[in-house]
Nanobody, 116 residues
């Protein structure tokens, strides 16, 4: 049974930092490309960071230079270090595999709120 559990979200001031975690179970984590997504109120879910099983990373332009994705295969965990947060980063953050788990499955997400 697949399970993705995101955590680490909080209310922070602009310019602050957060580290999100996502623990995966029910998948062979080490071979899966993992992604972080976010969904802001009234907007579609968007992918913001990708990391392959070998550790190659890619970022959306909106977070490049501020966010860092990493993974610990021994802990089946993917992380998102977020620095210099901006109010427009406010969203619910999710992780998933690439391609997303099928049948469609999403964890509960973790709320990040950035105040100005």
């Amino acid at each position: 049974q697949v399970q993705l559990v995101e955590s680490g979200g909080a209310l922070v001031q602009a310019g602050g930092s957060l580290r999100l975690s996502c623990v995966a179970s029910g998948i062979i984590f080490s071979i899966n490309t993992m992604e972080w997504y976010r969904q802001a109120p009234g907007k579609q879910r968007e992918v913001i960071a990708t990391i392959t099983g070998g550790g190659r990373t890619n970022y959306a332009d909106s977070v490049k230079g501020r966010f860092t994705i990493s993974r610990d295969n021994a802990r089946n965990t993917v992380y998102l270090q977020m620095n210099n947060l901006k109010p427009e980063d406010t969203a619910v953050y999710y992780c998933n595999t690439k391609p997303v788990i099928w049948p469609p499955y999403w964890g509960q997400g973790t709320q990040v709120t950035v105040s100005s």
